[in-house]
């Protein structure tokens, strides 16, 4: 495909994707959407609360276990692999739908 | 023999046996550049949490927690985002895409061979920024525990490196980085186990730390000004006792070290080996869950060592040995440290073996990825366009024997050079010029070919001038990591230079198809 004189064309001009792909990328991007922002509004509310709420993030929860210490050492880690997790299990329920609408189409 | 030299004699022949039983799987350019594109799950995704797990992580976010406290483990917590934020958007589509290497999605994206050439200068940068540090460490590694000159270390480190890649092309640089990343997540485990083990309560150690203000007795015979160090438990345990100055700088950490993983070229090109698109966001996901846990038992480490540090001077049980490795090793030497204060030298073994499968292990993705900038990108693209299969596949391997010799004069040069500052530059780079072009070139018809280049070249030009000429800015704006200006006004180079240009090309919606298509017909 790679440098084919395929040409351009204008933007405004553009056919409209077909229903599939548009289908395909409106969920998928919704669902990714979603989930990076409340991975980021956990992560965006550490790294702020960390300078204007120190009391809070100080708050001691076992032995010198702070709250800031636990949502960023270990709480953020989890996060990690459990947003990855909610995409996948998300992944899976969007084949299994594709596979049963194939069957019965 | 000593376990530090039979453990690493033990990788050494590993790589070399992997390497060569998978020699004949590099003879065409799909197996040599991704692998015959066989690999499931498990070891993609180790892999790739071998390309992203450096030397610098495996010895580094420990020995940063050690010496910076809060500050060090929030440096990790940046570390830790971008992985997922790749898993969400790129991973699948990039698969389904399945070229060789990242120049490929540019070029086919816009049908540009100036898109091209540009994303191959940008694969060269961030990986020469990359590499640079890791190879610097590798040397650091060798002459503390070996007692090799920098330069000898700087020599052996390239030559494995071209051994390893060059003949066993991408199977056998794969299953090395799968066993690689074993080995360190092994010893990680084993010392994690002995931690808990001598009762090392994570909250117990992290109240004695913070509580800790004053010196540290006998320390003064290993400090430059003949003076104990001096502790101070509270600073050490919030934000601002070391690196971050302000809230700015930490959102600026976060925002540049996310995104920098969504356009690192060894990273990316990982998803172009599995088989289909179902098996790379199964790679992604495991890769950030091995991540993940070694984070978490790094940074835990790091207060581990700080505990044994404190304590052990207090009551004078440290080693002279260990004493010097806490106060002047740097943070290299916390991990070696506490693995031989826990486990002895057969512990301290594994963990010098699992270094250096730390630096091989990285390394040979930024090999695999600059000798398809440059073998297949370059060479096929530009130089011969009617090659051979043997040809290109010769190509590559050429390139990685070019790569091989740049890197080690670089590694030759940046030998006093400061390996954070080089991290943070190859991380901003990916963040400011793939992570744009990627995202919008994945979910955006509208982005154009000027757009894209644009948008590589600004994003590349205000990250090398924002940290190399970081003096020049103002005080508030001297960040270590600058992705709070650098990322955004990239995003918006594509967005507005798309605008106006607002010429696409014309078969965009066939090229977002084939990357959007249902996984059921795919």
Known sequence: MANEKVGTIDYKDLPPLDEETSANMSEEVKVSVLLAVVYFAFLLTVTIMNWTSPEIMKTVLWGGMTVTWFATSIVAMFMATFIA?????YYQSRVSKNLKNEKGA | MEPKYLFTLILLGTIIAVTFAT???????????????????LMNGSAIAGDYLSAATFLGLAGLTFSLGYDGIFYTFCFSVG?????????????????????????????????????????????????APQILGGAQILQLFFGTSYEAGVILIVTVMIFYVGVGGMKGTTINQALEVWIRFGAFLILLGGAIYMGLHYGKLLDLIASWTGPVPGTAAYTKDGKDLVANGVKWSYIGGGVFKNPIESLSMVIGLSFGTIGLPHILLRFYTNPSAKEARYSALFAIAIASTFFAIALYLGVVGRYLFLEGAKAGTLSPENLKAFVIGGTNMVVPTVANIVGGKWLLGIVVAGAFAAVFSNLSGLFIACSGALGHDVFTHFINKNATEQQKVVAGKVSVVIIGVLYGILGLLVQKASIGHLVGLAFNVAASTFAPIFLMGVWWRGMTEKGAIWGMVIGLASSCYMIF????????????????VTVPLAFLTVYIVSKIDGKVPADVNAFMKQIHSSDVKA
């Open chain 1, 85 to 89: 997790w909610l995409h996948v299990l």
């Open chain 2, 469 to 484: 000429f970081v003096k020049t800015l103002p005080i508030w704006m001297q960040w270590k990591i600058p992705g709070l």
């Open chain 2, 23 to 41: 020699k004949k799987y590099s003879t065409s350019t799909v197996d040599f550049y991704v692998g015959g594109r066989s690999f499931g799950w």
């Open chain 2, 83 to 131: 992985l997922t934020v790749l898993a969400l958007f790129v991973a699948g589509p990039l698969r389904k895409f399945g070229k060789f290497t990242v120049p490929d999605f540019l070029a086919e994206r816009f049908h540009s061979p100036q898109a091209r050439l540009i994303a191959v200068i940008v694969v060269l940068s961030i990986s020469g920024f990359y590499a």
